[in-house]
């Protein structure tokens, strides 16, 4: 009955303690409303929460955050460099099809903010089968380099992480 009524029992707290810091009040109308406010959103959207998510390597999920970290600086000091310096372009930009072996929809939503906050790529598109990503890049030496690179930083932890 309690998981009925309070789907994400921590969510409705925060929901209720953020509307009485919005509206500065400890009124009983306004806790009326909080309460309303906590428990109505979570049972309204209760259908748009994620999957839940069961970590399985958090040494894995270590590695990665520092190859996130390595590469997002590395890939800040490269678009420096290419708006620096426009004329020693070393190569155009490009899309590459990456072939996924990660089916995970959590997997895949971090793969997407990984992609999206190292500067020069952008996730462009997800096949609907989830089987091939279209990534843009920056500067495109060769396609083949980005794939390894993705699927062995990325896509290899993440599918520990999530999948095994």
Not at 112 to 130: F, K, M, N
Not at 136 to 157: F, G, N, T
Request: a positive charge.
């Amino acid at each position: 009955m309690m998981k009925r009524l309070f789907p994400a029992p921590l969510l409705s707290i925060a929901l209720a303690a953020m509307w009485l810091l919005l509206n500065r009040s400890l009124g009983a109308g306004q806790i009326i409303l909080a309460l309303l406010v906590g428990v109505l959103i979570p049972l309204l959207t209760r259908g748009l929460r994620p999957l839940p998510v069961r970590v399985r390597r958090p040494g894995t999920v270590l590695r990665l955050a520092v190859s996130v970290l390595v590469d997002t600086s590395l890939s800040n000091l490269n678009v420096v460099r290419f708006l620096a310096f426009p004329s020693r372009r070393a190569h155009a930009s490009g899309f590459v099809q990456i072939p996924l072996d990660l089916r995970d929809a959590n997997g895949l939503a971090v793969l997407a903010v990984i992609v999206c906050i190292t500067p020069g790529t952008s996730w462009a598109e997800l096949s609907l089968d989830r089987s091939v990503l279209m990534l843009h890049v920056l500067e495109l030496d060769s396609p083949q380099a980005v794939i390894d690179h993705v699927k062995q930083r990325y896509e290899r932890p993440l599918m520990e992480i999530f999948e095994s």
